[in-house]
């Protein structure tokens, strides 16, 4: 019996160890995350994605870079779509906006890579926006951050720290959600915070669907 309370005890230990506490962001910050999103970064400690590779995770694969790694088909049910012959990300149904819930940035040397589209990159930028999606769609994050970090080597940063546990993440997002119900009155996803975001600027109206 004493053999298993140690047990327990070493688990709970294990577990406050992996979950990263952030420091407290002020009614502002969390105003401005709110509508500029939130950001982590995947950083690929080996096996670097050529374009032909990362071009798996939409479920098809480019003739003309043909894949080389294809640890990337592993994420073909997330339903990624290549988007602005540049980036990748997970399309929402909204016809104000970008129409996309999760954007995925190919980055190299810290910068979203626009030529050379064959060099290995460095890390993916995941960027969500909660203001702009319906408060469930945080789900699709969880799954993407699980898709990096159970099928791929990588190191997890998220507001400059490494982070092992989506917990972390989903705090931020919570006190977020929050705030733009309480304070900015506003219900994430709907006509009104879209329009927040985004504006009446013509261009932005069904901009990808």
Known sequence: MKN???VIIAIILFGCQEQIELPEKSSEELKTMAIEGISVEFIFNSNKPSFGDLYLI???EDKTFPAKNRQFEKFKSLGVSFIDQAYYGIRNESKIGDGVTIWLF???NGKTEFAGIDAPFDSI???YTVLTNKENSSDLVKKVFYAFKDNLDVQIIFEGKEVNDYKTIEKRIKE???LCKNELKLVPGSEEAIKRVW???PEYYN???
């Open 4 to 6: 298993l309370s140690l």
């Open 207 to 209: 901009l990808n669907n």
């Open 125 to 127: 930028l995941m960027e």
């Open 176 to 178: 977020i959600t929050e």
């Open 58 to 60: 939409t479920g098809s």
């Open 106 to 108: 190919p980055l190299k």
């Open 199 to 201: 504006g009446d600027t």
